[in-house]
């Protein structure tokens, strides 16, 4: 099975950054899109950003442009997700997820991401 575990969330005030990281399992030679997703309570789930594994193409919802990045250190197998500028509206468990990379391109569909971790709690203070 492949295994996600997401950490470092917590609680900062608004204005503040937080760096988000995904611990995945290796999948042999194949490579996958990692994205982080969010949920608030009694909201739908969103995409945030995704991004290639080994090299490639990013991708943000328009939310989070200019203040989150996503990147990733292909050796240790981690994703990492840096939160900038964080407001209130932010505050959500954000989930890291894989799916299959097919033709170069990701997208922030969550319904075609199979794997998730567990999710780790981000809360955003006014």
């Known amino acids: 099975q492949v295994q996600l575990v997401e950490s470092g969330g917590g609680s900062v005030q608004a204005g503040g950054s937080l760096r988000l990281s995904c611990a995945y399992s290796?999948?042999?030679?194949?490579?996958?899109?990692m994205g982080w997703f969010r949920q608030a309570p009694g909201k739908e789930r969103e995409g945030v950003a995704a991004?290639?594994?080994?090299?490639?193409?990013?991708y943000y919802a328009d939310s989070v442009k200019a203040r989150f990045t996503i990147s990733q250190d292909n050796a240790k197998n981690m994703v990492y997700l840096e939160m900038n500028d964080l407001k209130p509206e932010d505050t959500a468990m954000y989930s890291c997820?894989?799916?299959?990379?097919?033709?170069?391109?990701?997208?922030?569909?969550?319904?075609?991401?199979?794997?998730w971790g567990q999710g780790t709690q981000v809360t955003v203070s006014s």
């Open positions: 991004i290639v594994t080994g090299g490639g193409n990013t």
């Open positions: 290796t999948y042999g030679s194949s490579r996958r899109c």
């Open positions: 997820a894989a799916k299959p990379l097919w033709a170069e391109s990701c997208n922030l569909r969550s319904g075609e991401y199979a794997y």
